[in-house]
Nanobody, 123 residues
């Protein structure tokens, strides 16, 4: 199983970034996928989940209306479009397999995460 995130960077408040996660080694189209983030000195925070077919999505309240999760099952790729970024959005962003279909709002096990991509929102 391999999950490789990309697209992070430094952006000013109010800016946008699009994260991508290339998946391999498993049947991507049959697994819910999530984004998890971790700010320096803090524990991980679940951000969003998308169902295997893409029809259902879930978001933590702090990103609703600003972030959009999506997936392309033909390309085995997960996305997170982040708009109106604020400094509190800074952190390492991980894509993760959410194998428990009943745990859409929970942080997946650490073994199911990628290596992460850094997002820094600052002037």
């Amino acid at each position: 199983v391999q999950l490789v995130e990309s697209g992070g960077g430094l952006v000013q408040p109010g800016g946008s970034l699009r994260l991508s996660c290339a998946a391999s080694g498993f049947t991507f189209s049959k697994i819910h996928m999530s984004w998890v983030r971790q700010a320096p000195g803090k524990g991980p925070e679940w951000v969003s989940t998308i169902s295997s077919g893409g029809a259902s999505t879930w978001y933590v309240d702090s990103v609703k209306g600003r972030f959009t999760i999506s997936r392309d099952n033909r390309k085995n790729t997960l996305y997170l479009q982040m708009n109106s970024l604020i400094p509190e959005d800074s952190g390492l962003y991980y894509c993760a397999r959410q194998r428990d279909f009943l745990a859409a709002r929970e942080i997946p096990p650490r073994d199911d995460w990628g290596q992460g991509t850094q997002v820094t929102v600052s002037e």
